[in-house]
Nanobody, 116 residues
Framework: QVQLVESGGGLVQPGGSLRLSCVAS????????MRWYRQAPRKERELVAR????????NYADSVKGRFTISRDNAKNTLYLQMNSLKPEDTAVYYC?????????WGQGTQVTVSS
């Protein structure tokens, strides 16, 4: 059974940091490229960052470049998103996504709220 389970979300003040994790099971994690998406209320889902399989050059949305870092640990089947200098506009549900030419898997999401 394929599962992607996100964790690490929560309430943080502006300027703070969080690290999201996404633990994968039921498929060969290292063979899938991975992405983080987010969706704020009343907005479309937005691609935040991506990392290829098994690793390599990463890409970021302009809105998070220089503040967020995506990484993966294939030995632990885990994807990470380190988020620094958080802003209220980063408030959203964050989803991890695993994909290749044939399959596309999603987690249930974790809520990140940036507020004072």
């Amino acid at each position: 059974q394929v599962q992607l389970v996100e964790s690490g979300g929560g309430l943080v003040q502006p300027g703070g940091s969080l690290r999201l994790s996404c633990v994968a099971s039921g498929f060969t994690f290292s063979r899938y490229a991975m992405r983080w998406y987010r969706q704020a209320p009343r907005k479309e889902r937005e691609l935040v960052a991506r990392i290829p399989s098994p690793s390599g050059s990463t890409n970021y949305a302009d809105s998070v470049k220089g503040r967020f870092t995506i990484s993966r640990d294939n030995a632990k089947n885990t994807l990470y998103l380190q988020m620094n200098s958080l802003k209220p506009e980063d408030t959203a549900v964050y989803y991890c996504n695993a994909y290749n030419d044939r399959f596309d898997y999603w987690g249930q999401g974790t809520q990140v709220t940036v507020s004072s």
